[in-house]
C-alpha cells in the first residue's frame, strides 16, 4: 500500500488540520455539547474498517433545548439584511475552498469515495455559496396591478423560520449545503441531522462554517444533531417548531417522513431515490454513450442517486456496445479509493453488500444473466472494508421487481428495446423518476425523448450521463422520487414563505370585484 493511500495516516493528518479528536461532540447548538445520556457513535471507515473516532450523540432533551437555540437565533438573523446574509455566505465559501483538500479527504475516509470525487463534492459547497450570494440580491417579489385604484399589490418572501435537513449518507456535505445556505441567505436558520453513516463530516463541516460566523460575532445559525439511527430525525419530522423538512434519502424512510410531517401540515422538500436509466440508440456516438454510461454506473461505487442502473440498449448494439461496456466494467479498478488508480471504492457498510448479493440472487431468479461482476471481494490488507465487483446483468424483464428496486451499488440491468416508443415505455415504467439520459445524434430521437411522451424524470440528459449535475439547476425528481427540487434556479422559494401585500394609499375604501359593502 503507498503512504499516501494509508487510512491511519491521512485520517491524522485530516483530523490534526481540521481539528478533530478521537472522540467529538454530535450536538452543536452554539457550543458542542452533545453527550448527557453517555450514547457513542463509532464511525468506521469502509476502505478498511477502520474506526477513525466516536461522536456523542444527541438526547431528545438536548435536542429540545438546540431548537430554542435556533429561534432565537432566527430573531437575530433574519433582521440583517439579506445581502448583508450574503456576505457571511461569502466568507464561509471562502473558509471552505481553504478547506478543499482536507474536507474531500475526510468524505473519502468516511464514505469511501475516491479524493478526486469527496474534493469535487466540497467544490460543490463552494459553488452552492457563491449562487447563494448572488441569490441574496435577487429574492424578487413581483408587483401586481391592482384592480382597485389607488392601491398597491405585491409580493414579498419572507424565511420560514427554523428549517430541518436530514441528510443520507452518500453526499455528507454537498446535500445539507444545497438546503443551508439558499435557506440562510433567505434569513432561515438550519438544523442538520446527518446520517449517522457520514456524521463525522457533518461534524467537521458544522466546525468550519461555525468558525466563521463565530468571528463575525453571529449566533450560531447552523446547528447539528447527531443521532444513531434516526431517532432524532424522526423528532424532527414531528417537530411543530421546524416548519419545513427537506429530506434526502431512501423511498421507503421519505415515506415515514412526509406522512409524519403532512400529519402535522408542515412543508417537505423530499429527494428520495432514484432508477435511472440512460438509452443508447444506433445513432449514438459510441465512445461518448460508452464513457457516459460507465461513469453514470461507477461513480461513487453506483452510490448516487443519479447512478445509471438500468441501460435501455438498440437490439443492434448487443454485438457491438454491449462487450466494450463489459470489457470497461472488467477494467475498472475496485480498491482502496485513496490509491490513485482506484475508479470503484468500497460500499457503505456490511448490509450494503449484502443488498448487492441479493439483488443479484434475486435477477438470476428472474431468469438474467451476469455479463461482468457478481463478486465480493476481499482485498488484501483491506479485509474490513466491502468491496464489490462492478455487475451487468443481461435478460432480465423491465418490470421484474428487482429491476424496479433501487440497490444503492453498482449493478448495471440490461433491457433490450427495438422501437423508440418501447425504449420510452421501459424507461417510465419505473415508480422513480430522478435522472435519464439519452445517447443519440438524431434529432428526432432526441426531441421526442425530450417531449411529453418521453423520459417522466425531473432531470434529462442528452449525450451525458444521468449522474454529475450542476448547481445552478433546480435539482430533484418526479414520482417516487418525491417531487422536491434544491440547489439553484427557483428552488430557493422552497424555503420561503410568500406573502401577498394590497396596500391602500386613497381615501376611500373600493373592494375587489366591485362589491359595495355600506355599512353607514
Ligand atoms: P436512508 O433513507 O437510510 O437515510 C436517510 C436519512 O434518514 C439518514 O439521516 C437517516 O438516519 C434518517 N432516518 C432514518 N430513519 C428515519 C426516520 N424514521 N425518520 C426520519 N429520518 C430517518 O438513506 P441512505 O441509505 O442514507 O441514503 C441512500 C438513499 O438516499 C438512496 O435511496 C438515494 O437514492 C437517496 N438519495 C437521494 C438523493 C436525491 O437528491 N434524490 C440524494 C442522495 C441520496
Given at each position: 500500500?503507498?503512504s499516501?493511500?494509508d487510512?491511519q495516516?491521512?485520517?491524522?493528518q485530516?483530523?490534526?488540520?481540521?481539528?478533530?479528536?478521537?472522540?467529538?461532540?454530535g450536538?452543536?447548538?452554539?457550543?458542542?455539547?452533545?453527550?448527557?445520556?453517555?450514547?457513542?457513535?463509532?464511525?468506521?471507515?469502509?476502505?478498511?474498517?477502520?474506526?477513525?473516532a466516536?461522536?456523542?450523540?444527541?438526547s431528545?432533551a438536548?435536542?429540545?433545548?438546540?431548537?430554542?437555540?435556533?429561534?432565537?437565533?432566527?430573531?437575530?438573523?433574519?433582521?440583517?439584511?439579506?445581502?448583508?446574509?450574503?456576505?457571511?455566505?461569502?466568507?464561509?465559501?471562502?473558509?471552505?475552498?481553504?478547506?478543499?483538500?482536507?474536507?474531500?479527504?475526510?468524505?473519502a475516509?468516511?464514505?469511501?469515495?475516491?479524493?478526486?470525487?469527496?474534493r469535487?463534492?466540497?467544490?460543490?459547497?463552494?459553488?452552492?455559496?457563491?449562487?447563494?450570494?448572488?441569490?441574496?440580491?435577487?429574492l424578487y417579489?413581483k408587483?401586481?396591478?391592482?384592480?382597485?385604484?389607488?392601491?398597491?399589490?405585491?409580493?414579498?418572501?419572507?424565511?420560514?423560520?427554523?428549517v430541518?435537513?436530514?441528510?443520507?449518507?452518500?453526499?455528507?456535505?454537498?446535500?445539507?449545503?444545497?438546503?443551508?445556505?439558499?435557506?440562510?441567505?433567505?434569513?432561515?436558520?438550519?438544523?442538520?441531522?446527518p446520517?449517522p453513516?457520514?456524521?463525522?463530516?457533518a461534524?467537521?463541516?458544522?466546525?468550519?462554517?461555525?468558525?466563521?460566523?463565530?468571528?463575525?460575532?453571529?449566533?450560531?445559525?447552523?446547528?447539528?444533531?447527531?443521532?444513531?439511527?434516526?431517532?432524532?430525525?424522526?423528532?424532527?419530522?414531528?417537530?411543530?417548531?421546524?416548519?419545513?423538512?427537506?429530506?434526502?434519502?431512501?423511498?421507503?424512510?421519505?415515506k415515514?417522513?412526509?406522512?409524519?410531517?403532512?400529519?402535522?401540515?408542515?412543508?417537505?422538500v423530499?429527494?428520495?431515490?432514484?432508477?435511472?436509466?440512460?438509452?443508447?440508440?444506433?445513432?449514438?456516438?459510441?465512445?461518448?454513450?460508452?464513457?457516459?454510461?460507465?461513469?453514470?454506473?461507477l461513480?461513487t461505487?453506483g452510490?448516487?442517486c443519479?447512478?445509471?442502473?438500468?441501460?435501455?440498449?438498440?437490439?443492434?448494439?448487443?454485438?457491438?456496445?454491449?462487450?466494450?461496456?463489459?470489457?470497461?466494467?472488467?477494467?475498472?479498478?475496485?480498491?482502496?479509493?485513496l490509491?490513485?488508480?482506484?475508479?470503484?471504492?468500497?460500499?457503505?457498510?456490511?448490509?450494503a453488500v449484502?443488498?448487492?448479493?441479493?439483488?443479484?440472487?434475486g435477477?438470476?431468479a428472474?431468469?438474467?444473466?451476469?455479463?461482468?461482476?457478481?463478486?465480493?471481494?476481499?482485498?488484501?490488507?483491506?479485509?474490513?472494508?466491502?468491496?464489490?465487483?462492478p455487475?451487468i446483468?443481461?435478460?432480465?424483464?423491465?418490470?421484474?421487481?428487482?429491476?424496479?428496486t433501487?440497490?444503492?451499488?453498482?449493478?448495471?440491468?440490461?433491457l433490450?428495446?427495438?422501437?423508440?416508443?418501447?425504449?420510452?415505455a421501459?424507461?417510465?415504467?419505473?415508480?422513480?423518476?430522478?435522472?435519464s439520459?439519452?445517447?443519440?445524434?438524431?434529432l428526432?430521437?432526441?426531441?421526442?425523448?425530450?417531449s411529453?411522451?418521453?423520459g417522466?424524470?425531473g432531470?434529462?440528459?442528452?449525450?451525458?450521463?444521468?449522474?454529475?449535475a450542476?448547481?445552478?439547476?433546480?435539482?430533484?425528481?418526479?414520482?417516487?422520487t418525491?417531487?422536491?427540487?434544491?440547489?439553484?434556479?427557483?428552488?430557493?422559494?422552497?424555503?420561503?414563505?410568500?406573502?401577498?401585500v394590497?396596500?391602500?394609499?386613497g381615501?376611500?375604501?373600493?373592494?375587489?370585484?366591485?362589491?359595495?359593502?355600506?355599512?353607514g
Amino acid at each position: 500500500m503507498e503512504s499516501g493511500s494509508d487510512v491511519q495516516a491521512i485520517r491524522e493528518q485530516v483530523f490534526a488540520e481540521l481539528g478533530l479528536y478521537q472522540e467529538v461532540s454530535g450536538l452543536f447548538d452554539g457550543g458542542w455539547g452533545a453527550g448527557a445520556e453517555g450514547r457513542r457513535l463509532p464511525v468506521h471507515s469502509p476502505i478498511d474498517g477502520a474506526r477513525l473516532a466516536d461522536i456523542a450523540v444527541a438526547s431528545g432533551a438536548e435536542f429540545d433545548r438546540l431548537i430554542e437555540q435556533a429561534w432565537a437565533s432566527f430573531r437575530e438573523w433574519s433582521a440583517i439584511p439579506a445581502p448583508k446574509r450574503g456576505e457571511v455566505i461569502r466568507a464561509i465559501g471562502d473558509r471552505l475552498r481553504r478547506n478543499v483538500d482536507n474536507l474531500g479527504l475526510l468524505i473519502a475516509l468516511e464514505v469511501g469515495k475516491t479524493p478526486v470525487e469527496g474534493r469535487g463534492e466540497v467544490q460543490e459547497m463552494i459553488d452552492i455559496c457563491d449562487f447563494a450570494v448572488g441569490l441574496s440580491r435577487q429574492l424578487y417579489g413581483k408587483t401586481i396591478a391592482s384592480e382597485r385604484p389607488n392601491h398597491r399589490l405585491y409580493e414579498q418572501w419572507h424565511p420560514l423560520g427554523v428549517v430541518g435537513v436530514i441528510t443520507a449518507f452518500n453526499f455528507p456535505g454537498a446535500v445539507w449545503s444545497w438546503n443551508a445556505f439558499i435557506a440562510a441567505v433567505i434569513g432561515n436558520v438550519v438544523v442538520w441531522k446527518p446520517s449517522p453513516e457520514a456524521a463525522l463530516t457533518a461534524v467537521a463541516v458544522t466546525n468550519v462554517v461555525n468558525e466563521v460566523l463565530d468571528e463575525h460575532g453571529l449566533p450560531p445559525i447552523f446547528l447539528l444533531a447527531v443521532d444513531e439511527a434516526g431517532e432524532i430525525g424522526q423528532r424532527m419530522s414531528r417537530e411543530r417548531r421546524l416548519p419545513l423538512i427537506s429530506f434526502t434519502g431512501s423511498v421507503p424512510t421519505g415515506k415515514e417522513v412526509a406522512a409524519a410531517v403532512g400529519g402535522r401540515l408542515g412543508r417537505t422538500v423530499l429527494e428520495l431515490g432514484g432508477n435511472n436509466a440512460a438509452i443508447v440508440t444506433p445513432d449514438a456516438d459510441p465512445e461518448i454513450a460508452l464513457r457516459g454510461v460507465a461513469f453514470g454506473a461507477l461513480a461513487t461505487a453506483g452510490q448516487r442517486c443519479t447512478t445509471t442502473r438500468r441501460l435501455i440498449l438498440h437490439e443492434s448494439l448487443f454485438d457491438s456496445f454491449l462487450p466494450s461496456l463489459v470489457d470497461a466494467f472488467g477494467a475498472a479498478r475496485v480498491g482502496n479509493p485513496l490509491e490513485p488508480d482506484v475508479l470503484v471504492g468500497p460500499l457503505i457498510n456490511r448490509a450494503a453488500v449484502e443488498s448487492y448479493s441479493a439483488a443479484i440472487g434475486g435477477a438470476q431468479a428472474a431468469g438474467g444473466t451476469v455479463l461482468a461482476g457478481n463478486a465480493v471481494k476481499t482485498l488484501a490488507g483491506l479485509e474490513g472494508g466491502n468491496y464489490v465487483a462492478p455487475t451487468i446483468i443481461d435478460g432480465v424483464a423491465p418490470d421484474a421487481d428487482v429491476v424496479h428496486t433501487e440497490t444503492f451499488a453498482p449493478i448495471l440491468y440490461v433491457l433490450k428495446y427495438r422501437s423508440l416508443d418501447e425504449a420510452f415505455a421501459i424507461h417510465n415504467c419505473v415508480p422513480q423518476g430522478l435522472s435519464s439520459a439519452i445517447f443519440s445524434n438524431n434529432l428526432r430521437e432526441v426531441e421526442a425523448f425530450l417531449s411529453v411522451i418521453g423520459g417522466d424524470c425531473g432531470l434529462a440528459n442528452v449525450n451525458t450521463g444521468t449522474a454529475g449535475a450542476e448547481i445552478g439547476g433546480a435539482f430533484g425528481g418526479e414520482k417516487e422520487t418525491g417531487g422536491g427540487r434544491e440547489s439553484g434556479s427557483d428552488a430557493w422559494k422552497s424555503y420561503a414563505r410568500r406573502q401577498t401585500v394590497a396596500i391602500n394609499f386613497g381615501p376611500d375604501l373600493p373592494l375587489s370585484q366591485g362589491l359595495t359593502f355600506d355599512v353607514g
